[in-house]
């Protein structure tokens, strides 16, 4: 006897039977209860979600002997011509073949005639979108009005490439992914119905490699029985399916995080001289790095990844002294890489790429020793605070303090101190403050403490220096702002901040929520209310008496 593969045993032959399409099955089944059948059907999704099986199944629902019902009998003799391709009012064309005027001419003569041995005549149309397009024309006025006891369903996986014209007729039906969790329960009863054994991760690479097909899930399931005979194990499913090893991808993220480049690259090496391509291992390290962020973020075992318990053990392990952000900076820069791996020298590409991500993860070490200097940055800032208290009980002149920006770890790791014109770091005059700085009014900006005040010694205008401290606290708390502040002149006069605008930036001058918001940041920063004046290129500043002459001349004052 001719053996028959397991896509084709385990086909689904009922509603119930059809797995991760539950909203489909439903409407399907209400329409039959409520005798509310349509007359055209449109199927769409990927491939092996079982649009044709559904399609099957509906013929089988409205043409049982005691039909239609909601679930076919399956032993009828109805249902059983229907299963094995019988059925003379069941149709199945593939468009991709039958896709002519002719041909599609020839179907809708043949709609004219009543069904012969059901109550229905069903006609499937697979891969509907590959008619030519005088073909759809012919269909299209059939396809609206057909004579009575006729169903049209049209299945098809580019959905894009389908006319509204006939979209429109249709009651669409959009098929999804099947998950791994239910693709795995699958190969699980179809092996303990076949008399197979099984390792409890061998699934789970069988599921990635199907990528929510079921029919392709239970072709390679077929192949890899045929390989090990009644015992599965994970080690044959990796050798079949030629995926990348968990082993492997866990060394590999581990050396980088462990700062051991030289186990990176043997293992690279190794799986490379296996035989595996530098784009197999790509797609390894995305899928294993995507897994092991949302551990990280999650916390827990999430339920929508599938993994054993020694192999959560192991990445919650490896994962304790890092942060999510790191592994998404790693997965950013690998999605960003892959024309590199396409190109011409994977080999050398994936080796660079390994090597910079090796670097990426050394800014840990960087922030660090940030850490360690903002640390004692702020130890030393406060005990100058303490000298400058007893000179002031002492009755001795208050000490300005020097101070340099706080910047973000990140920011210090990336770019270092900002430079001015002259090529000289910029430094911030600062009066020490009694009161410790808010989240608002970053410390060490140019802020003017309390004791200041009340000496009196709080100048009317603040140091040019401040401009720039200015500016660097805008790129810290409006990049936007900072980034046009820095390319324009300002100063300061009297109470007001005059900005010089030149034709690039003349825009300023006319947004007044710009206007508001610069001048609450100056508020904060100058810890006084300012006002803000603009000079446009080539224009002059006019004062108060500029203005009552050319008032005066206007009127004949």
């Known amino acids: 006897m001719n053996y028959t593969v397991i896509a084709r045993r385990w086909r689904p032959k009922r509603l119930e039977d059809v797995i991760g399409q539950l909203h489909i099955v439903t409407t399907i089944k209400n329409s039959i209860k409520f005798n509310r059948i349509a007359h055209a059907y449109l199927f769409t999704g990927p491939r092996g979600v079982g649009k044709t099986s559904m399609a099957?199944?509906?013929?089988?629902?409205?043409?049982?002997?005691?039909?239609?019902?909601?679930?076919?009998?399956?032993?009828?003799?109805?249902?059983?011509?229907?299963?094995?391709?019988?059925?003379?009012?069941?149709?199945?064309?593939?468009?991709?073949?039958?896709?002519?005027?002719?041909?599609?001419?020839?179907?809708?003569?043949?709609?004219?005639?009543?069904?012969?041995?059901?109550?229905?005549k069903l006609y499937i149309l697979d891969e509907a979108h590959m008619l030519t397009p005088q073909a759809r024309d012919a269909f299209l006025k059939t396809l609206e009005e057909p004579p009575g006891n006729n169903i049209f369903i049209l299945a098809t996986t580019e959905p894009q490439k389908i006319p509204y014209t006939i979209m429109s007729r249709c009651q669409r039906f959009d098929f999804k992914r099947i998950s791994e969790k239910?693709?795995?329960?699958?190969?699980?009863?179809?092996?303990?119905?076949?008399?197979?054994?099984?390792?409890?991760?061998?699934?789970?690479?069988?599921?990635?490699?199907?990528?929510?097909?079921?029919?392709?899930?239970?072709?390679?399931?077929?192949?890899?029985?045929?390989?090990?005979?009644?015992?599965?194990?994970?080690?044959?499913?990796?050798?079949?399916?030629?995926?990348?090893?968990?082993?492997?991808?866990?060394?590999?993220?581990?050396?980088?995080?462990?700062?051991?480049?030289?186990?990176?690259?043997?293992?690279?090496e190794r799986v490379l001289n296996e035989g595996y391509d530098a784009y197999h291992l790509y797609s390894g390290l995305i899928s294993f790095l995507r897994n092991i962020m949302i551990v990280k973020v999650y916390g827990a075992m999430p339920p929508f990844i599938h993994m054993g318990d020694d192999e959560y053990e192991k990445i919650t392990h490896m994962l304790k002294d890092i942060e999510y952000y790191e592994i998404q900076n790693m997965l950013t820069y690998l999605l960003k890489s892959e024309d590199l791996i396409k190109g011409f020298f994977p080999r050398i590409s994936l080796e660079v790429l390994y090597i910079n991500l090796y670097n990426l993860a050394k800014l840990r070490d960087v922030e660090k020793i940030l850490d360690?200097?903002?640390?004692?940055?702020?130890?030393?800032?406060?005990?100058?605070?303490?000298?400058?208290?007893?000179?002031?009980?002492?009755?001795?002149?208050?000490?300005?303090?020097?101070?340099?920006?706080?910047?973000?770890?990140?920011?210090?790791?990336?770019i270092g101190e900002k430079a001015d014109k002259t090529g000289k770091p910029y430094k911030t005059e600062?009066?020490?403050?009694?009161?410790?700085?808010?989240?608002?009014?970053?410390?060490?900006?140019?802020?003017?403490?309390?004791?200041?005040?009340?000496?009196?010694?709080?100048?009317?205008?603040?140091?040019?220096?401040?401009?720039?401290?200015?500016?660097?606290?805008?790129?810290?708390?409006?990049?936007?702002?900072?980034?046009?502040?820095?390319?324009?002149?300002?100063?300061?006069?009297?109470?007001?901040?005059?900005?010089?605008?030149?034709?690039?930036?003349?825009?300023?001058?006319?947004?007044?929520?710009?206007?508001?918001?610069?001048?609450?940041?100056?508020?904060?920063?100058?810890?006084?209310?300012?006002?803000?004046?603009?000079?446009?290129?080539?224009?002059?500043?006019?004062?108060l008496e500029d203005y009552v002459k050319e008032t005066e001349s206007l009127f004949k004052v």
């Open 56 to 120: 099957r199944i509906i013929a089988k629902a409205v043409n049982c002997i005691d039909g239609p019902k909601e679930e076919p009998c399956g032993v009828c003799e109805n249902c059983l011509s229907i299963d094995n391709g019988s059925f003379v009012d069941v149709v199945e064309i593939d468009a991709a073949s039958t896709r002519g005027i002719d041909d599609i001419r020839e179907l809708t003569e043949t709609v004219r005639y009543m069904p012969m041995k059901g109550k229905y």
């Open 182 to 268: 239910d693709i795995i329960e699958q190969m699980k009863k179809v092996c303990q119905a076949e008399g197979v054994e099984y390792d409890e991760g061998a699934f789970r690479y069988i599921a990635t490699e199907a990528d929510g097909s079921m029919r392709d899930a239970e072709s390679i399931l077929d192949q890899i029985i045929a390989y090990s005979g009644k015992r599965i194990t994970e080690k044959d499913v990796i050798n079949i399916i030629g995926v990348i090893e968990k082993d492997t991808l866990h060394n590999i993220v581990k050396s980088i995080l462990d700062e051991d480049m030289k186990l990176g690259l043997e293992t690279i």
């Open 372 to 414: 360690n200097l903002d640390s004692h940055e702020q130890q030393g800032h406060k005990k100058e605070q303490i000298g400058v208290r007893s000179s002031e009980q002492k009755g001795q002149v208050q000490q300005q303090v020097e101070r340099k920006p706080v910047y973000n770890k990140m920011e210090k790791a990336a």
């Open 430 to 543: 600062a009066v020490e403050k009694t009161e410790p700085a808010t989240e608002d009014e970053p410390e060490g900006y140019g802020h003017t403490g309390e004791s200041a005040r009340k000496e009196g010694q709080a100048s009317e205008t603040q140091p040019q220096g401040d401009i720039q401290g200015f500016v660097e606290y805008l790129r810290k708390k409006k990049p936007f702002i900072g980034s046009i502040l820095e390319n324009l002149e300002l100063k300061i006069e009297n109470e007001n901040i005059v900005i010089s605008l030149n034709k690039n930036y003349s825009f300023i001058k006319k947004d007044m929520n710009l206007k508001e918001e610069i001048k609450q940041h100056l508020k904060m920063f100058f810890n006084k209310d300012m006002g803000i004046d603009f000079i446009v290129s080539g224009e002059k500043k006019h004062s």
